[in-house]
């Protein structure tokens, strides 16, 4: 196997890293992914992994739980190793500030893959963001990548268990914050991505007529008020609109394909989102479908897909991780990735193509 | 004058795509997250100056 995973639930930070080393042993990694709960010191954690994986580049962030192949962990570190075998070549690179607009981590790319951003082939190459959860501004990021370059990024906004203090990305041996770590992977295997979202869109539409994107607030619904709007869409009071949230959010609809947008919560007359909204965009309201039953169709098409899977990066939302944990589904939902080597983490929000929520974005690799 | 949007937007995604289905459908989804839905613009649809600029700078980054 080119692709191994480990984990470890000892909450020694010392010996849980001395165990996931200790399981890889018979492996010479090139590349480390891993994830710890936030539970776990992050500037201790980044600096341990690194000296534990010497040879190898190490990348990660902290979470809302974790997953791991056939479970969903807390308090836990999980990793996946990459020998040469798996990946061809890669390159991790650090958005340190991301209060102002920087090209450095591009130009990086650009020299060590030796080509433009835009001259990447996608089938060739893939990207992992995972992005400080608390920072807002993955919107701007991911527009950002995405006009320099067809290479897809998928990935996930870190977590600190529902906290909401403060969460960390880890790249090379140091933990940041404000911070987005960006790796762009030349495997020397087949992948593809999945996209989940668990809805069904409904024949309501909601036209953003007012907005304020960058406080992911959206004032205004056709003209009216965006809780009254929402609230009449659903044939509800404006009280009890956010006892609908989880279940019905709104979604960009692309030929049938959700980007979901969630709301937060009711601020005055408007409402607060977990992602930030244009004006002029249309937006349909969704309805909630089953998300262990929508995985397992979305994992069996991949493996159709692909004939056979060596490694599933699953970035998995928190607000999906606190339904099925109310449904008592988490163990339910790790069996589903059983068969598959896994990591993944629950997010503060999720990556591919652009940035959104109630979604788990997966990278698979055959 | 009108229609000089539609062309713009056609004119994008031809040149990410390069005639890849898929990547049409990716780049038509980075427009609509920018706010741009390329459904919302026909020949007849007046040139904004605003979305103009915006489609001429994606053109000229993406190099």
């Known amino acids: ?33 891993f ?69 450095r981590a591009f130009n990086a790319f650009e020299r060590h893959f030796d080509k433009p951003m835009s001259k990447m082939d996608p089938k060739q190459y893939l990207g992992i963001i995972l992005i400080d959860g608390l920072c807002g ?95 009449e869409a659903l044939g509800t009071s404006i009280e009890d609109a956010p006892k609908h949230f989880m279940h019905n959010p709104v979604g960009i609809v692309y030929e049938g394909e959700p980007f979901v947008r969630s709301p937060q919560r009711i601020k005055g007359n408007s409402i607060k989102f977990y992602c930030g909204v244009k004006e002029g965009i249309e937006l349909t309201l969704l309805e909630s479908t089953d998300i262990i039953a929508s995985t397992k169709e979305a994992l069996d098409r991949v493996r159709a897909e692909l004939g056979d899977i060596s490694g599933i990066i699953n970035f998995n939302c928190i607000l ?17 990735f059983s068969d598959f080597p896994t990591v993944g983490f629950s997010t503060y929000g999720e990556q591919f193509i652009g940035h959104i929520n109630q979604t788990a974005t997966m990278l698979v690799f055959r | 004058m009108a229609g000089k949007i539609k062309e713009m937007i056609d004119a994008l995604v031809s040149q990410r795509a390069q005639g890849n289905s898929v990547l049409e459908g990716v780049v038509k989804i980075k427009l609509i ?31």
């Open chain 1, 1 to 33: 196997m080119n692709i191994r995973t480990a984990y470890s639930v000892k909450t020694d930070i010392q010996e849980a890293v001395q165990d996931i080393q200790t399981q890889l042993s018979d492996f010479e990694p090139r590349l480390i992914i």
């Open chain 1, 35 to 103: 994830f710890a709960s936030s539970s776990i010191a992050p500037d201790e954690i980044a600096d341990r992994m690194e000296a534990a994986f010497p040879r190898a580049e190490t990348f990660g962030c902290s979470t809302a739980g974790e997953i791991v192949t056939g479970k969903m962990l807390t308090d836990s570190l999980v990793a996946m190793a990459f020998n040469r075998q798996a990946i061809k070549n890669s390159k991790v690179e650090v958005l340190d500030d991301l209060n102002r607009e920087s090209h």
């Open chain 1, 137 to 231: 501004k993955e919107e701007r990021i991911m527009d950002r990548i995405g006009d320099f370059t067809n290479v897809n990024f998928i990935g996930g906004s870190a977590g600190d268990d529902l906290k909401f203090q403060s969460t960390h990305v880890y790249a090379n041996g140091k933990s940041y914050t404000n911070a987005a770590v960006l790796a762009i992977l030349e495997p020397n295997t087949e992948f593809t991505f999945i996209k989940t979202q668990s809805f069904s869109p409904l024949q309501k539409k909601l036209l953003v007529t007012k907005a304020d994107e960058t406080k992911r607030e959206i004032l205004e619904f056709d003209q009216k008020p965006a809780a009254l709007a929402y609230a």
């Open chain 1, 320 to 336: 999906r991780t606190l339904e099925l944990r109310e449904k008592g589904l988490t163990e339910s939902y790790g069996a589903l």
């Open chain 2, 33 to 63: 997250l920018k706010g741009i839905d390329p459904k919302n613009y026909s020949p007849d649809s007046p040139d904004d100056p605003a979305i103009i600029a915006k489609l001429e700078e994606l053109m000229r980054e993406f190099k």
